[in-house]
């Protein structure tokens, strides 16, 4: 199997930004992705300096950051009277910190920027993977619309459902029993916001809404208990109106504000993977959520993805030997991406206790949030 017979499936934050490493080192790969152009779903990211310092590596850093918002301070709050729970900086002290910046920045600028940096040749749009078959040292890789290609090495940069990840493994994502709706507002649809600029999480019995700025609006997610089973194909529901205004009523005059501000978009079912015994087989390899899909609690998804490509790129330039390159970054990726995935899970109830003395004690918790979690970001 020759290093430059790598066929990614899907162009995704995780698809682009592998073929953008493995480019850096020399080593050509081609994306095949199902949708017919490249549009993301979905309002804003937020980029930590774990994943940025990868980006700026691959020389996008500026055209993001002329696009992007620094936070000042991340905020945790009160559901209804608002106090501050806890606070910490982010701005320059991040950046000294951490040795990137922390950025809110619109998903649609991510995608063009590494669309942009890729091009279009080796990119193969409306190409829905639906078959493998390994034969030998070639994989023949079948799509809707009936053509077909072959590859050395496929990597499934697919997603939470992952085509690719079934060849591997029949480990299915797991519903975290709530569900979100983002939504994007200018700061003139929330005059009375305290701390518009701050990432701010605003805590309450069964639901927690966050949000950070980037750029021009403010991009907030919006997180509930429920609904108890997710029935809807492929975790996202349009569901009847006025249904997540009814899920805040009685919480701070700034909450509703915002989300009394746009209309309501669809409800997301958050799901998570287990973490997985193995990533790879004989001529199959997964990266970002189609190996490790996590709750949306520590913004790390996108991040640990973007750590996963430059991860997987320099153990296919280090080793000749594509087994030996796999079983490297298996090595590497997988018990870190387990601790997030993990801590991501608990970081939920956490978010939703009612007010009372558990609640208290995770408020003081808070307070040493920075200590506690700068092992993801470092
Ligand atoms: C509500 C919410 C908020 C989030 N906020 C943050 C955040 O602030 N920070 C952060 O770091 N992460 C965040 N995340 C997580 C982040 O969005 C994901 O972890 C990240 O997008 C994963 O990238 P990926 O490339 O692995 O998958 P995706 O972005 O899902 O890309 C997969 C690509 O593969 C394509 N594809 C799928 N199946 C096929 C097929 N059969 N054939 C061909 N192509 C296929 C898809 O069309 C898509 O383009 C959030 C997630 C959610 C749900």
Known sequence: MTRSDIAIIGAGIGGLTLGLA??????????????????????????????????????IGSALEETSAVPTELVYRHWSHGDRLAAHPVGAWYEDRFGAPFWGVHRAHLQRALAQAWGTADLHL???????CRQGDSTELTFADGSSTTAGLVVGADGIRSRVRVSITDVVPVYSGTSGFRG????????????????QFWLGQGAHLLHYATGEFINFLAVLEGPK????????????????????????????TMIDAVPQGPQWGLFALPPLARWSNDGAVLLGDAAHAMMPH???????????????????????????????????????????????????????????????????????????FSWIHE
Request: glycine content about 8%; charged content about 25%.
């Open 229 to 256: 089973r997710w029935t809807a194909p492929g975790g996202v529901a349009n569901t009847e109106d006025g249904l997540l205004a009814a899920a805040f009523r009685g919480w701070h005059p700034a909450v509703r």
């Open 126 to 132: 409306g190409k829905e993977l639906t078959g493998l």
């Open 184 to 199: 994007l507002v200018t700061r003139d649809d929330v005059p009375d916001l305290p701390d518009p600029d701050a990432v």
């Open 298 to 372: 520590h913004g790390q998804g996108a991040n640990q993805t973007i750590e996963d490509a430059a991860v997987l790129a320099d153990c296919q330039n280090r080793f000749e030997d594509v087994h030996t390159a796999l079983a490297g970054y298996e090595r590497l990726r997988r018990s870190r991406t387990c601790q997030v995935q993990r801590s991501s899970w608990v970081t939920s109830a956490l978010l939703h206790l009612p007010d009372g003395d558990a609640a208290a004690t995770r408020d003081r918790r808070l307070l040493d949030l920075v200590d506690d």
């Open 22 to 59: 493995l480019r850096r080192h020399g080593i050509r790969s081609r994306i095949y992705e199902q949708a017919p152009e490249l549009a993301e779903v979905g309002a804003a990211v937020a980029l930590a300096a774990n994943g940025i310092r990868v980006l700026r590596d691959l020389g």
